[in-house]
């Protein structure tokens, strides 16, 4: 399994049947493929749908577009509107869960994950709406960028959400964001506490009963 599987396998554990979820561009369209047989969510894409399916292989209908411009599919119940309407689902509070990845994130629940300084990459897309409208924020992202770890004490981008982050899902941890720290409560099978604390620089607190995965 490779590390990005391992991170949206997670991921998708933490949505709930019947939830409305946005899934980020990227490495978070994959958690659509990974989710229970038992739970069904409606999926939404910021550019005007839902019903979003996962392909897991499958080929895409080369007339739907998602958010981040990948050729999608929609299941029988799939619907499509304009973005002020889509908008309308963000800000109106709809949106159950939404799974963004990131470039930094902090202790205090900051998320970066739009610009890097002097490159040129996308724009943020619906990400600063999504991190104020969503009732809850998964991160999913790789625990280290080149070694360099990407949960920080404080980030150092450009922010996209201030407090905004709830959960990080690493290919090596799982943890909650309390106040001005992250509490660790799942570690990888393949790897321990002591790695997980060596390659975070944020402030962490250990759950009494961490849990593998």
Same mark, same amino acid.
């Given at each position: 399994?490779?590390?990005?599987?391992?991170?949206?396998? &997670?991921? $998708? !554990?933490?949505? =709930?049947?019947?939830q409305?979820?946005?899934?980020?561009?990227?490495?978070?369209?994959?958690?659509?493929?990974?989710?229970?047989?038992?739970v069904?969510?409606?999926? !939404?894409?910021?550019?005007?749908?839902?019903g979003?399916?996962?392909?897991d +292989?499958?080929?895409?209908d080369l007339?739907?577009?998602?958010? +981040? +411009?990948?050729?999608?599919?929609?299941?029988?119940?799939? @619907?499509?509107?304009?973005?002020?309407?889509?908008?309308?689902?963000? &800000? +109106?509070? *709809?949106?159950?869960?939404?799974?963004?990845?990131?470039l930094?994130?902090? =202790?205090?629940?900051?998320?970066?994950?739009?610009m890097?300084?002097?490159k040129?990459?996308?724009?943020?897309?619906?990400?600063?709406?999504?991190?104020?409208? $969503?009732? &809850?924020?998964?991160?999913?992202?790789? *625990?280290?960028?080149?070694?360099? #770890?990407?949960?920080?004490?404080?980030?150092?981008? #450009?922010?996209t959400?201030?407090?905004? @982050?709830?959960?990080?899902?690493?290919?090596?941890?799982?943890? %909650?964001?309390?106040?001005?720290?992250?509490?660790?409560?799942?570690?990888?099978?393949?790897?321990?506490?002591?790695?997980?604390?060596?390659?975070?620089? @944020?402030?962490v607190?250990? $759950? %009494?009963?961490?849990? &593998?995965?």
């Amino acid at each position: 399994m490779d590390v990005k599987e391992k991170i949206v396998k &997670r991921v $998708a !554990q933490e949505l =709930q049947d019947g939830q409305l979820v946005n899934l980020g561009i990227g490495m978070p369209t994959l958690v659509a493929n990974y989710l229970p047989e038992d739970v069904s969510v409606v999926l !939404q894409s910021e550019n005007g749908m839902v019903g979003l399916i996962g392909l897991d +292989g499958k080929e895409p209908d080369l007339n739907i577009t998602n958010a +981040g +411009g990948q050729y999608v599919d929609v299941d029988e119940y799939g @619907a499509f509107f304009d973005s002020s309407y889509s908008f309308a689902l963000i &800000r +109106g509070g *709809h949106v159950d869960a939404t799974v963004l990845g990131t470039l930094e994130v902090d =202790q205090e629940g900051n998320i970066a994950n739009y610009m890097i300084p002097g490159k040129l990459v996308p724009g943020m897309g619906g990400a600063m709406d999504l991190v104020t409208g $969503a009732k &809850r924020v998964i991160v999913s992202t790789t *625990h280290t960028s080149k070694g360099a #770890p990407k949960i920080l004490k404080k980030c150092t981008l #450009p922010i996209t959400g201030c407090k905004s @982050a709830d959960m990080i899902v690493t290919e090596l941890a799982v943890f %909650e964001v309390k106040d001005n720290y992250l509490l660790l409560t799942e570690v990888a099978e393949e790897s321990s506490v002591e790695e997980v604390l060596e390659l975070t620089e @944020a402030d962490v607190k250990l $759950a %009494e009963d961490i849990k &593998r995965f």
